[in-house]
């Protein structure tokens, strides 16, 4: 199975960097996320990888350059659009015009409509298709060739939360036959669910790579919360062994930099009475927008406060 190698991908349009000396893995046997704020440069990232368009750096699948492999369906399946058909053609016939293309047999079309929920419909025209069965008979196209590598862009784009469950447990059966699945998604809760390794990018530059669970843990959002009715005299001697304190509430505390063990033997040290220690861990989103803050390409302004007067607001 073949491992992805991206080196110093870049790519400007009309002077402006979409993509900035981007470098990356993707290891066979894990379905690896591609996150960044709209305007990031993810789809450019993708379309560079498979040689769509210029720019400087490389990619390689397994050690070999997409334009070099032979019968690439078999190699590396992509879904880049979400309807990349021509409206009027049948999806099978859609499908057996690029099987053909690439010595695939017409049995395998039949397959992958099966295998994507697609097989009543395999005579009718794509343009009456939904946006979720358009991803459908793209994601068939690019299982054709079985290939051992998939890159998919948005794939659960107009999915139903039915069919969002469907395509994570299918990617990751992929993933878990040993081949290679680098996909991006705005669906951070789901990519929580069904990616194992991430590359993270914002303005076109890579901020993070690597397992997701060094991701989330990296986060400062990760804490540990405090109930004690001697919060005021514990709170200062948390910050003064390094822990970063919040007040939450009455008796309530945020601690940050401290794990509970030591927040334990400090409370008992100082005969301090705990009524509650436990870990509050970062999810995807909170390590997401910490990590990614400042990068995104428009930045909206925050609503202003609501004028208030006597009686409530105006």
């Known amino acids: 199975m073949a491992t992805i190698s991206a080196r110093g991908l870049a790519k400007s349009y009309s002077g402006k960097p979409a993509v900035r000396d981007l470098s990356f893995d993707v290891q066979p046997g894990s379905?690896?996320?591609f996150l960044g704020p709209n305007g990031s440069g993810k789809s450019t990232t993708m379309r560079l990888m498979l040689g769509l368009d210029r720019g400087a750096g490389s990619t390689v699948f397994d050690g070999r350059p997409f334009a070099e492999l032979k019968d690439p369906?078999?190699?590396?399946?992509a879904l880049?659009?979400?309807k990349p058909f021509h409206p009027t053609r049948k999806a099978r016939n859609h499908l057996r015009m690029l099987a053909a293309a690439n010595g695939i047999s017409a049995r395998r079309v039949d397959e992958v409509l099966a295998t994507v929920g697609l097989h009543d419909v395999a005579r009718s025209k794509p343009k009456g298709f939904s946006l979720g069965m358009g991803q459908r008979l793209g994601l068939a196209a690019a299982l054709l060739g079985d290939p051992h590598t998939l890159i998919l862009?948005?794939?659960a784009n107009g999915l139903d939360p039915q069919g969002i469950q469907w395509m994570r447990v299918f990617l990751q059966g992929l993933a878990a036959e040993g081949r290679s699945v680098f996909v991006s998604s705005h669906l951070l809760s789901e990519m929580a669910l069904m990616a194992d390794h991430l590359v993270v990018i914002g303005k076109g530059s890579l901020i993070a790579t690597g397992p997701i669970d060094e991701f989330v843990s990296s986060s400062r959002q990760n804490a540990v919360v405090v109930r004690t009715p001697e919060a005021?005299?514990?709170a200062p001697l948390l910050q003064a062994a390094g822990g970063t304190v919040t007040v939450l509430a009455p008796g309530s505390l945020s601690v940050a930099g401290l794990d509970i063990e030591a927040i334990g033997d400090l409370a008992h040290s100082h005969r301090l009475r705990l009524h509650e220690l436990s870990p509050k861990v970062a999810t995807l989103e909170e390590a997401f927008l910490e990590r990614t803050a400042g990068s995104e390409e428009?930045?909206?302004?925050?609503?202003?406060?609501?004028?208030t007067v006597e009686g409530g607001p105006r």
């Open 31 to 33: 379905v690896t996320g």
């Open 298 to 307: 428009f930045q909206a302004l925050a609503p202003a406060p609501s004028a």
């Open 73 to 77: 369906m078999r190699h590396v399946g």
């Open 153 to 155: 862009d948005e794939p």
């Open 80 to 82: 880049l659009e979400a």
């Open 232 to 234: 005021s005299e514990l």
